[in-house]
């Protein structure tokens, strides 16, 4: 396996009104990062452990898997943010009516073992690696949030955080969007990775105008994992995301799953939803300015610009799903609304079929075709036009001669493989979907995945 | 790749009413097969032209895609049938009026290409080809039915059918169920084969009491072929089934969707649904007996036995599936309902990440718990009961310690990993789905299907 180089924008890549710059999570100030290697995975040269601490208590949310076999952390943290009913003791009960709703200190991330299918001790080695950050820091338990990636049904060791969480504590870095500071948030974003093959994250920044008429810029950055059981459904994989600005709950709520519904929720690897999706969004308020809420003139160009980073998470995630030789942009347009637009660019994107001929370089269309067929989308045959790679390959349902030579050309130098299809309805529905290639390195990977 | 053993039952298998008999569609008396090497394949070797003739009009009735794409034999078959409205001109409308209404006295199937996604010009090839059997046989061209199979979005040649269908009429076999009939049937299913690397046919015998008090025995065959864009949507694969009892219309309408539902609607190969699914079945009403209508006694043996068939049938198709080294049949109960057992079982049966796991012999029971939870069926997680290979490896939703060397054992030895998993939601719901473990060559084939 040659070694992949990140798809990720470069810093100073101006999209929409952000402008991506270095450093992930350790562009944002008010926060600081550590990855740290503790033991949770077999390879003692991989970090397994991130923690991300913030200088005083954020605002924070959350969207989770919609898995109903979810994993213990998420029913811990969904908790954490009130989200749910307390999922164990009465005890932690009466603390969720506490202060600093919804605000939170730290979020602990572990890989190596998802904590999923693991009952009541999972929950209770979940509540207790939340206590054990909270004791480091002097803050509630409920200030601490949790997530776990890796394998599944398999007992997680309470022993390896205990060790873990004060090496973490020692090795956070700065919380000033220094050199230190990104280095810090790269090993946090090490620290996630499962069968990725490159860490994930990206930080943008924006600027605009408050009602008080004052300019202000603002940073938002994130990391993510990936990339096998990646078919996020209304939520999303494992992810932190944090903004030096300050919101209110529902602005930053909305915001959130905004942003998601149009980049994260878009990615397909293989069709199959994670048990422990989830993906935390902090506020740190370290850079001053006025309360974003729904209604004032910076929530636009917030949403706007945490969908440009969510985006390239996103593109991040399907070009490093598992075994993938490319990254591929499945655009449907003229559907009957969005929503079947979105039906149809899902069918192209999980089709083993299309993908194995995109792995092979083979432009062979009517795998594209079938695919839309099955959707359950609505359109008549002799109404769809599909191009691959801009080379138009079929019109009003039926072949158009193409250069073959100058597709594989394509299929050899091009990093992204774009799939139109125009169905053709009147309709103005549309939808884009992001995923990858099927090679033989994705069964490769699962088929030995525990041992 | 080593060869594979075929896992049809062997002749004189006993289940249910029905004994299995040699012979495929050949131990069907009262029709003759044929299958030539036409030139619709690069290999000259292989045949790829298969003929069904009946001695006689025999009663007929087909099943058919729901794909959007469907392919120019579907659309003309479908009108043959009346099940739809011309696909195309006004003076072959006005013979759909005429007699012999749902009888057909051939069909013809070609393989190496679908006729799909051919516009007008591939319908006026199917219908070419059903007037040149019809000349040859003297009947009228509706009584002709048509099926392909093969590359999408290629225009098909009328002149291999032109020197094709000569070839095939001269290779009729007997319609006596004779071994020559035998071997005739096993050419053509071999015609039809694809990606396939078995030839898969079938035949049963079972006797039943009719309302006069008089003991018949009757024969139903049937050969299909798969094996990649295998999952049948209230339709299914590429098949011809036939029986020498007579029926009525809506008997044999009736009877055929019921065993399909249960049998071939049940395979999923890679959740890719075809084109150009099409089964037909014929009766020929060579063997004496009353006509069984659906509220005469023969009427619920003959389901049995047609269900008992298809099983096997659809086990062969699963067995066989593109890359396959294992049938792996999925079984849920204790469902809310029988759909919601069905969205299960398609979910563990379509996920990549159990069906690679079983191709690495890896008992990751965990992504069985995944793939339940991701499926929609109602279900609280502490309730399921999961097998695997008939051990148990999750109870309660947790991990049960099993005997690992014993698991890689069963992996190695069987040909069939079951899986098993109760929803425990007190509710009776069961369904079945047959699959096969997703693996290298999977992606071999499909890499390079056209080139």
Redesign the interface.
């Known amino acids: 396996v040659t070694e992949k180089l990140s798809i990720a924008a470069a810093p100073g890549t101006v999209q929409g009104n952000a402008t991506f710059v270095a450093g992930g999570l350790g562009a944002v100030r008010g926060l600081r990062c550590a990855g740290v290697s503790a033991g949770f995975r077999r390879n003692p040269q991989r970090k397994d452990l991130a923690l991300v601490v913030t200088d005083a208590p954020a605002l924070a949310a959350g969207v989770f898997t919609?898995?109903?076999?979810?994993a213990a952390p998420v029913q811990l943290s969904r908790y954490h943010l009130r989200n749910t009913s307390c999922p164990y003791g009465e005890e932690e009960k009466l603390k969720a009516t506490g202060q600093g709703k919804r605000h939170s200190r730290a979020i602990i991330l572990n890989s190596g073992n998802?904590n999923?299918?693991?009952?009541t001790p999972g929950l209770e080695i979940a509540s207790q690696t939340a206590k054990l950050v909270a004791e480091q820091l002097g803050c509630d338990p409920f200030h601490v949030l949790v997530a776990s990636t890796g394998?599944?049904?398999?007992?997680l060791s309470a022993e390896l955080f205990q060790t873990g969480v004060p090496l973490a504590m020692a090795a956070l870095g700065p919380s000033d969007a220094s050199p230190a500071a990104h280095a810090a948030a790269l090993d946090a974003a090490q620290a996630i990775m499962t069968t990725d093959t490159l860490p994930k994250q990206a930080a943008v920044q924006f600027t605009a105008t408050q009602s008080d008429g004052l300019e202000v810029t603002y940073t938002i950055g994130g990391m993510v994992k990936g990339s096998?059981?990646i078919?996020p459904?209304m939520a999303t994989l494992l992810g932190v995301l944090a903004t030096d600005a300050w919101l209110n709950q529902t602005a930053m709520k909305i915001a959130l799953q905004k942003a998601i519904n149009l980049t994260l929720n878009r990615v397909t690897v293989?069709?199959?939803?994670?048990?422990n999706d989830s993906v935390f969004m902090l506020a740190t308020g370290a850079t001053p300015g006025k309360t974003i809420n729904a209604a004032c003139p910076l929530f636009a160009p917030f949403v706007q610009a945490l969908t440009v980073l969510l985006e390239d998470l996103a593109r991040q995630i399907a070009w490093d799903g598992e075994g993938a030789s490319k990254l591929v942009t499945v655009q449907v347009t003229g559907a009957k609304d969005d929503k079947e637009a979105d039906a149809a660019a899902r069918s192209i994107a999980?089709?083993?079929?299309v993908k194995?001929?995109i792995?092979?370089h083979?432009a062979?269309?009517?795998?594209i075709?079938?695919?839309?067929?099955?959707s359950g989308?609505?359109?008549e045959?002799?109404d769809?036009d599909i191009d691959l790679m801009g080379l138009a390959v079929?019109r009003?349902?039926?072949?158009v001669a193409f250069d073959e030579q100058e597709a594989l050309r394509l299929f050899e130098s091009e990093k992204e493989i774009l799939i139109n299809a125009n169905l053709g309805t009147g309709g103005n529905g549309q939808a884009r979907i992001w995923t990858c290639d099927?090679?033989?390195d994705?069964?490769?990977i699962?088929?030995?995945?525990?041992?």
């Open positions: 919609q898995n109903s076999f979810c998802a999923a299918n693991t009952g394998v599944i049904g398999v007992p096998g059981m078919q459904n293989d069709s199959d939803t994670s048990t999980n089709s083993p079929l194995t001929a792995a092979g083979d062979n269309w009517g795998r075709a079938m695919a839309l067929g099955k989308a609505q359109f045959q002799e769809v079929c009003g349902g039926l072949p099927l090679t033989h994705y069964i490769t699962n088929g030995d995945y525990r041992t």
